[in-house]
């Protein structure tokens, strides 16, 4: 194992998860694939191959990531969320999120049924580097809209999210005439003009809807940032509401 010089004849060099997790962050950022051609990155802490197969169908197409720790197998890669949308698409507006996975244990996640394009990956950031990634995938910026399943033609009361570091807060509801509701409001002046993603999530990992947005200010509330998106949503099955900040130089 390799050693660094320092008091005590030296010690085996530490890599923090928050180290390896922020290189992985900036080398996905950074990497596209299309249907016959995936990519490899490698950085100091970390290798990551994208590898793109055709389904069994023919005409989608599924991805394998992976994300290898040089000498430092316990990385907590659950916490790294990664995202894909076609190369050309804007961040911000009627765009949507095409794909999402969160890896697992091995840090391998896999994407599935993807129209044939060309995709950029995409990984939401943490606030700040010395703040926490905002969750993706677990409590409490993931939850079961089990009650938008219980009768679809029926409202629900609001459910309430909040990341971690208590800086952005996401509201979920669905009026009496079928409109389902997403905001997301923050005091937080540093995220003027941020974008915020949200994504109602399908237990196989198919994306049922999603949006991106910009977070504004409210004219009536100074100091009050807010994003809001509507739409008919056909909730068919249970489904879970993720959300999360981009990267400012996505």
Same mark, same amino acid.
């Given at each position: 194992?390799?050693?660094?010089?320092?008091?005590?004849?030296?010690?085996?060099? /530490?890599?923090?998860?928050?180290?390896?997790?922020?290189?992985?962050?900036?080398?996905?950022?950074?990497?596209?694939?299309?249907?016959?051609?995936?990519?490899?990155?490698?950085?100091?802490?970390?290798?990551?191959?994208?590898?793109?197969?055709?389904?069994?169908?023919?005409?989608? #197409?599924?991805?394998?990531?992976?994300?290898?720790?040089?000498?430092?197998?316990?990385?907590?890669?659950?916490?790294?969320?990664?995202?894909?949308?076609?190369?050309?698409?804007?961040? /911000?507006?009627?765009?949507?999120?095409?794909?999402?996975?969160?890896?697992?244990?091995?840090?391998?996640?896999?994407?599935?049924?993807?129209?044939?394009?060309?995709?950029?990956?995409?990984?939401?950031?943490?606030?700040?580097?010395?703040?926490?990634?905002?969750?993706?995938? #677990?409590?409490?910026?993931?939850?079961?809209?089990?009650?938008?399943?219980?009768?679809?033609?029926?409202?629900?009361?609001?459910?309430?999210?909040?990341?971690?570091?208590?800086?952005?807060?996401?509201?979920?509801?669905?009026?009496?005439?079928?409109?389902?509701? /997403?905001?997301?409001?923050?005091?937080?002046?540093?995220?003027?003009?941020?974008?915020?993603?949200?994504?109602?999530?399908?237990?196989?990992?198919? #994306?049922?809807?999603?949006?991106?947005?910009?977070?504004?200010?409210?004219?009536?509330?100074?100091?009050?940032?807010?994003?809001?998106?509507?739409?008919?949503?056909?909730?068919?099955?249970?489904?879970?509401?993720?959300?999360?900040?981009?990267?400012?130089?996505?």
């Amino acid at each position: 194992m390799r050693q660094e010089g320092g008091k005590g004849g030296g010690a085996p060099e /530490v890599r923090q998860d928050h180290e390896i997790l922020s290189e992985a962050a900036r080398l996905l950022g950074q990497m596209s694939f299309w249907p016959n051609r995936g990519a490899y990155a490698q950085g100091r802490y970390v290798a990551i191959s994208v590898d793109p197969r055709w389904e069994e169908d023919h005409t989608t #197409i599924q991805v394998l990531l992976t994300c290898y720790a040089f000498g430092h197998p316990q990385v907590d890669w659950q916490r790294l969320p990664v995202m894909v949308r076609p190369a050309g698409q804007g961040l /911000v507006g009627p765009g949507r999120v095409y794909g999402m996975t969160r890896l697992d244990a091995r840090g391998q996640g896999r994407m599935t049924r993807l129209q044939p394009d060309d995709y950029r990956l995409l990984v939401p950031e943490r606030y700040g580097w010395e703040a926490e990634l905002l969750p993706f995938g #677990i409590s409490p910026s993931q939850g079961n809209l089990a009650a938008a399943t219980e009768n679809p033609d029926e409202p629900f009361e609001p459910h309430i999210y909040t990341s971690p570091d208590g800086s952005l807060l996401a509201t979920v509801r669905r009026t009496p005439d079928g409109t389902t509701i /997403v905001a997301f409001e923050t005091s937080e002046a540093a995220l003027a003009g941020a974008a915020v993603y949200f994504a109602f999530v399908l237990a196989s990992g198919e #994306i049922l809807q999603s949006a991106t947005l910009e977070l504004a200010p409210v004219e009536e509330e100074p100091g009050l940032l807010e994003a809001r998106w509507e739409a008919e949503v056909e909730f068919t099955e249970l489904c879970a509401f993720e959300f999360g900040i981009f990267p400012a130089d996505s």
